[in-house]
């Protein structure tokens, strides 16, 4: 079995601040690991995935995420936070040989200005 | 990415009834999936929908409550049937491309249904 949690229901930074959506992960092999973003009532949009390799994987529109095998983790990361950036998140895990995408309950980012 | 489309974008239906949601893509992919999202919580998959054979369901999920077809690499739909207003959601379709992205999902933008 496999599962996500996001342990925050909400972040809220300063415009400019750093930014940070916390993701732990459990899967009994090998996790390819996902970031996804929701806007208003748009479809989610893929940021950023680690399958293998660097544990510093960089993505869509500055994020980035580190994937940690000791703590399970997978937190998404922004240097410098936009207003824009205020959106649903979304972290996903699937093991590898599935296809099947096991989504975390979502975090909701406001950044205000 | 793949460009994904679905018909209807929203949808309000009256309990008892069924609808017909359509997810195209701009190209050839081999493997489709169909989400739920219910208010205010996260995606869950209903089934997988493969080209040429039975669309695979996850548990919770039954084909007669949501008949799928995919009579072809770039089309599938996805029924809800027999509507209540527990069925009220936002469905999804994506697709995993492949070849230079793997692992990737992609997704449409999404169905809202509404069952009144």
């Known amino acids: 079995a496999q599962s996500v949690a996001q342990p925050e229901d909400q972040v809220n930074v300063a415009e400019g601040n750093p930014l940070t959506v916390k993701c732990t992960y459990s899967?009994?092999?090998?996790?390819?690991l996902f970031w996804y973003v929701q806007y208003p009532n748009r479809g989610l949009q893929f940021l950023l995935k680690?399958?293998?390799?660097?544990?510093l994987v960089k993505g869509s529109y500055g994020f980035e995420a580190e994937f940690n095998k000791s703590q399970t983790s997978f937190h998404l990361k922004k240097p410098s936070a936009l207003v824009s950036d205020s959106a649903l998140y979304f972290c996903?895990?699937?093991?590898?040989?599935?296809?099947?995408?096991?989504f975390g309950a979502g975090t909701t980012v406001t950044v205000r200005a | 990415s793949a460009v994904i489309s679905q018909k209807p974008s929203r949808d309000i239906c009256q309990r008892g009834t069924s609808l017909t949601i359509q997810c195209q893509v701009d190209?050839?992919?081999?493997?489709m999936f169909w989400y739920r999202q219910q208010p205010g919580q996260s995606l869950t998959l209903i089934a997988t929908?493969?080209?040429?054979?039975?669309?695979?369901?996850e548990s919770g999920f039954v084909i007669d409550k949501f008949p799928i077809s995919r009579p072809n690499l770039t089309f599938s739909t996805l029924t809800v049937s027999n509507m209540s207003p527990e069925d009220s959601s936002i469905y999804l379709c994506?697709?995993?491309?492949?070849?230079?992205?793997?692992?990737?999902?992609?997704f449409g933008p999404g169905t809202r249904l509404t069952v009144t």
């Open positions: 994506s697709v995993e491309e492949g070849g230079g992205r793997p692992y990737e999902q992609y």
């Open positions: 899967v009994s092999g090998n996790p390819y």
């Open positions: 680690y399958i293998t390799g660097d544990n």
């Open positions: 996903a895990v699937r093991d590898k040989g599935d296809y099947k995408l096991s």
């Open positions: 190209s050839q992919v081999t493997m």
């Open positions: 929908a493969n080209q040429g054979s039975e669309a695979t369901y």
